[in-house]
C-alpha cells in the first residue's frame, strides 16, 4: 500500500525509524561532548585572531598587525553540529514528516541541505581552527563557502526534478566551491609543516584531515550514484538512507577524534 504523496508505506515506515534513531544518536554524542568538554579545566579553545592595517609612526608606513578577538570552545562546537543533526532528524521524524516525504517523493530533501550547510560548514571550521586557521575573516570564508556548496546540492535536486538527463552544473559549481576550505586547510598544513623549527603537525588533527576530506567526498560520489542511477542508488531512498549513515559516521569521527586529541581528561 502507498501513501498518497507516493512513497510506500513500509518505506515511509522505515525512514521514520531511521530518522528517529538517528536524532538520538546524534543528541547523546552531542551531551557526551558537551559534558567532557566541560569537565576539563580550563575548556580546551583555539584562538581566533583579527588581521588589520595600522600606521606606524615610527616608519610611517602601513602595517600588517592582529589581535586576539575570541577563543573558539572546540568542545561545545563539535557538540553543535550534532545538535544541529539531532534537530533536523527530529524534525523529519516529527513535526514535518509529512512535508519531508512528499518532497522526497519528489527526489528533493530540502531539510537535509539546509541542516548540511549550518553542520557541515562548522565542522569544516573546526578541521580549520585545529589545523592552524585563525583569522576571522578566513574563518568566515570557509564557512561560506562550504555553505554554498551544500546548497549547490539543494539547487542541483530542485533543478533536476522531472529530468531524465541530468543537468550537472549545480553540481560541478559545487564541487568547484567545496575544494576551496580543504585547499586552503592543505596549504595551511604544508605551511605549518615547511616552517623551519615549528613543532611537527599533531597526527590527530593529519587523521581528521584525512579521514573528514574522504567522507566530504564520499557525499559528492553518493549524488552522482543517485544520479547515474547505478545499482541500488536507482532508488532516491536508498540514496536518502546513505546520506543519513554517511552524515552519522562523518560527525561522529570528527567529534570523537577531536576528543582523543584534544578534549580527552
Known sequence: MSRSDGIPRDRATNLFRWNATLSVLHLVQGLAILAISFAKSP?????????????????????????????????????????LSAAAHFAMAFPVRGWYESHLARGQNPIRWIEYSFSSSVMIVVIAALAGVQEVGTLIAIFGVNAAMILFGWSMEIANEGRDRPQWLHYVFGCIAGAVPWLVIFVTLLISATEPGSAPIPGFVIAIFVTLLIFFN??????????????????????????????????????????FGTLRP
Open 218 to 259: 564520499v557525499f559528492a560520489v553518493n549524488m552522482v550514484l543517485q544520479y547515474r542511477k547505478i545499482g541500488r542508488w536507482r532508488d532516491y531512498l536508498y540514496g536518502e538512507r546513505a546520506y543519513m549513515l554517511f552524515s552519522l559516521i562523518a560527525k561522529s569521527l570528527l567529534a570523537w577524534q577531536v576528543f
Open 43 to 83: 575548556v580546551v579553545t583555539s584562538p581566533v585572531v583579527g588581521t588589520y592595517l595600522r600606521y606606524d609612526e615610527a616608519t610611517r608606513h602601513l602595517v600588517t598587525a592582529q589581535r586576539a578577538i575570541w577563543e573558539l570552545p572546540l568542545g561545545p562546537t563539535v557538540a553543535l553540529f550534532l545538535f
